[in-house]
């Protein structure tokens, strides 16, 4: 995945923009409670924990099912067994709303793949527009 | 694949909770971060969704606990020992008791949180050589 070629970078954290809106989402500013610098750092450090905790949870999870890839559902029985069962509902909502999502974007269609031609030969077809319209200027020129 | 809950018998239907965030966390970043941990291997496309739901109920509620204490001493401002407290009476958050540990209690002048700031950026390098756990052997992947 070209997601993993980010090299020396140890971005392995959250933006703190994002958390930062998330977290006026969640305690407005107009209550005028706020937090520090520090606690703010922190609290990103607890949910990159969060994330990599239930991740090894679910990862022997889906081991123990003999499956490659972490699913959704070892994600929910990870939180099950973590003790977070209470967010499972949500979670699932959450899943299948994106399922549709992305169900209705396939739906939509997709002009590349409705051609009937590889990428390769879009470009070639490209190409040879581009030369057949600079003949066609070159010539009126 | 039989589609089906965690055979637990719920009397009730299981409640959705709710959650006032509308921002949603980065799914690239989450996937990386997951695949951090070597044992990791392939991640379905769905999952980083529902990892990134689970992830904003649990800030939730961090965020609410810790202002509940911030409420408690009066203050409006929710620093990082009053984050550690809300963390350690909960059993639930226990994995996170290492990562607040580094936090001393609350000190009276800004000078204390400035020193606290710059150990925690050493304390991070640190953080992510040791082992927290035990859980599945996990490393974290240097640059290949």
Redesign the interface.
């Given at each position: 995945?070209s997601?993993?070629?980010?090299?020396?970078n140890?971005?392995?954290s959250?933006?703190k923009a994002?958390v930062q809106?998330?977290?006026s989402?969640?305690?407005p500013p107009s209550t005028?409670?706020?937090?520090?610098?520090?606690?703010r750092?922190?609290?990103i450090?607890?949910?990159?924990?969060?994330?990599?905790?239930?991740?090894?949870?679910?990862?022997?999870i889906s081991e123990k099912e003999a499956k490659?890839?972490?699913?959704?559902?070892?994600?929910?029985?990870a939180?099950?067994t973590?003790?977070?069962?209470?967010?499972?509902?949500?979670?699932?909502?959450?899943?299948a709303q994106?399922?549709e999502t992305?169900r209705v974007r396939e739906k939509r269609g997709n002009k590349f793949e409705d051609s009937g031609m590889t990428m390769e030969q879009l470009f070639e077809l490209q190409q040879k527009e581009f030369e057949e319209a600079k003949k066609k200027q070159s010539g009126e020129a | 694949m039989p589609r089906g809950k965690a055979a637990v018998p719920v009397a009730k239907e299981p409640e959705i909770m709710e959650s006032p965030v509308r921002t949603k966390f980065p799914t690239a970043r989450i996937k990386r971060i997951m695949q951090a941990d070597e044992e990791v291997g392939k991640v379905a496309q769905q999952t980083p969704i529902a990892v990134g739901k689970a992830l904003e109920l649990f800030m939730v509620q961090l965020v609410h606990r810790s202002a509940e204490v911030a409420k408690d001493k009066n203050s409006k401002r929710i620093t990082a020992p009053m984050l550690k407290q809300a963390i350690d009476s909960t059993n639930e958050w226990d994995f996170l008791r290492d990562i607040v540990a580094k936090v001393t209690e609350e000190k009276e002048g800004a000078r204390g949180g400035r020193a606290k700031a710059e150990s925690e950026s050493d304390e991070d390098a640190d953080a992510g050589e040791v082992k927290k756990k035990g859980r599945g052997g996990r490393k974290k992947k240097t640059a290949a």
């Amino acid at each position: 995945m070209s997601d993993h070629e980010y090299g020396g970078n140890d971005d392995l954290s959250l933006p703190k923009a994002t958390v930062q809106k998330i977290v006026s989402e969640i305690l407005p500013p107009s209550t005028g409670v706020s937090f520090t610098k520090e606690a703010r750092d922190l609290l990103i450090e607890c949910c990159v924990e969060f994330i990599t905790l239930v991740s090894s949870e679910a990862n022997e999870i889906s081991e123990k099912e003999a499956k490659k890839t972490i699913a959704c559902d070892h994600i929910t029985k990870a939180l099950d067994t973590l003790g977070f069962g209470d967010y499972v509902p949500a979670v699932l909502e959450a899943a299948a709303q994106h399922k549709e999502t992305q169900r209705v974007r396939e739906k939509r269609g997709n002009k590349f793949e409705d051609s009937g031609m590889t990428m390769e030969q879009l470009f070639e077809l490209q190409q040879k527009e581009f030369e057949e319209a600079k003949k066609k200027q070159s010539g009126e020129a | 694949m039989p589609r089906g809950k965690a055979a637990v018998p719920v009397a009730k239907e299981p409640e959705i909770m709710e959650s006032p965030v509308r921002t949603k966390f980065p799914t690239a970043r989450i996937k990386r971060i997951m695949q951090a941990d070597e044992e990791v291997g392939k991640v379905a496309q769905q999952t980083p969704i529902a990892v990134g739901k689970a992830l904003e109920l649990f800030m939730v509620q961090l965020v609410h606990r810790s202002a509940e204490v911030a409420k408690d001493k009066n203050s409006k401002r929710i620093t990082a020992p009053m984050l550690k407290q809300a963390i350690d009476s909960t059993n639930e958050w226990d994995f996170l008791r290492d990562i607040v540990a580094k936090v001393t209690e609350e000190k009276e002048g800004a000078r204390g949180g400035r020193a606290k700031a710059e150990s925690e950026s050493d304390e991070d390098a640190d953080a992510g050589e040791v082992k927290k756990k035990g859980r599945g052997g996990r490393k974290k992947k240097t640059a290949a």
